[in-house]
């Protein structure tokens, strides 16, 4: 059955900058950009055993939003078999476009702009997802 939702997953890194990029390009996806195509998964929540986020991840499509080359959350979606299907690297976007959050309490306004640039390659992605699933749906019809 076609359910027109895809799940994003930011990384939780506290301790970096492109952390709070993650977590802040999510919720422009979430409350601006496809506010009625996606759901937030709380990775703490999915790896501490929360059931539905964990159910979620499991039947849905979902995008991991990694703000390092260490992957947390990939490795750990990945790892709980979760459906992936995209993974955004923060690092490889910030080498795209030369912008650089340079605090992670308070995005400046490079990081701001960073943020919406990130928010915007999710968004993409949703499309992509939701119409790759559409087409399948109509297919098994």
Excluded: H, W
């Excluded at 799940?7 to 999510?26: D, K, L, M």
């Excluded at 299907?85 to 923060?90: E, L, P, S, T």
Aim: aromatic residues 2%; charged residues 35%.
């Amino acid at each position: 059955m076609f359910i027109p939702m895809v799940g994003v997953v930011p990384c939780s890194g506290e301790e970096i900058p492109e952390g709070t990029v993650a977590r802040i390009a999510a919720r422009i996806v979430l409350e601006k950009l496809r506010p009625t195509k996606t759901m937030t998964i709380c990775l703490p929540l999915y790896l501490a055993g929360g059931k539905d986020e964990q159910e979620f991840v499991r039947r849905q499509p979902t995008i991991v939003i990694d703000g390092c080359d260490k992957r947390c959350a990939e490795r750990s979606i990945r790892k709980n078999g979760g459906n992936i299907a995209a993974v955004i690297q923060i690092p490889e976007i910030m080498n795209g476009c030369k912008l650089k959050a340079k605090t992670r309490a308070k995005l400046d306004e490079e990081g701001e702009k960073l943020a919406q640039i990130v928010a915007e390659k999710i968004a993409e992605e949703v499309d992509r997802i939701l119409g790759e699933m559409k087409k399948k749906s109509e297919q098994e019809e």
